[in-house]
């Protein structure tokens, strides 16, 4: 399968910091997938990247997809409390998710 | 959205006995799950692919006659974890696609499972 590796694996965010969290893989992905984990609870997914140097927002979060579709990168403006948790990248093959390592995300008032 | 409840939510047992956890798409149908586990504080890894009416695939690594796999019916997907140990200890959580097209896959509650 598509693997993907994440950094950096832990992340401690003074609030209203910007931060991003990077997906990189050896091999050319045909698709990116985040998701976010919050303690506890199960992923929910936020969106997903197909196009070469794909540019997404929701919000304050910011989600790109390399030109060389080998990397992808989560950027969240202004980090707020509600941000906590394990954000995952994954590559889906025919609805198969290989999972990043994640990148734990601690919010500090 | 759509959602994917699982039961129990956790679980213990003894060594030696099987356990059975249940996966649910509440309101769509999915010809495929998936079942995930995940040990504390690590990512999610993929143990195998069930799907309605045929036999589910196992990620390599993943023993087949330990963890079966039951895709009865369109909504309903089941893992039994058979003579369980406590190195099986961990999150088992399942996922689905909206058979209607959707890219989106959505994740069941998760079941923690503890064996003593």
């Known amino acids: 399968g598509q693997q993907v590796m994440q950094i950096p694996q832990y992340q401690h965010v003074q609030e209203g910091e910007d931060f991003t969290t990077y997906c990189n893989s050896s091999t050319t992905l045909s698709n990116i997938q985040w998701y976010k984990q919050r303690p506890g609870g199960h992923p929910v997914f936020l969106i997903q990247l197909v196009k070469s140097g794909e540019v997404k927002k929701q919000k304050r979060l910011t989600f790109q997809f390399g030109e060389a579709k080998k990397n992808s990168s989560l950027h969240i403006t202004a980090t707020q409390t509600t941000d906590v948790g394990t954000y995952f990248c994954s590559s889906d093959s025919w609805g198969k998710l290989q999972f990043g390592a994640g990148t734990q995300v601690v919010v500090t008032p | 959205g759509a959602v994917v409840s699982q039961h129990p939510s956790w679980v213990i047992c003894k060594s030696g006995t099987s356990v059975k956890i249940e996966c649910r798409s509440l309101?769509?149908?999915?010809?495929?799950m998936f079942w995930y586990r995940q040990f504390p504080k690590q990512s999610l890894m993929l143990m195998a692919t069930?799907?309605?009416?045929?036999?589910?695939?196992?990620e390599q690594g993943v023993e087949k006659d330990k963890f079966l796999i039951n895709h009865a019916s369109l909504t309903l997907s089941t893992l039994t974890v058979t003579s369980a140990h406590p190195e099986d200890s961990s999150f088992y959580i399942c996922?689905?696609?909206?058979?209607?097209?959707?890219?989106?896959?959505?994740f069941g509650p998760g079941t923690r499972l503890t064996v003593t």
């Open positions: 996922s689905a696609r909206d058979g209607g097209g959707g890219i989106e896959q959505y």
């Open positions: 069930s799907n309605e009416g045929s036999k589910a695939t196992y």
């Open positions: 309101d769509f149908q999915a010809t495929t």
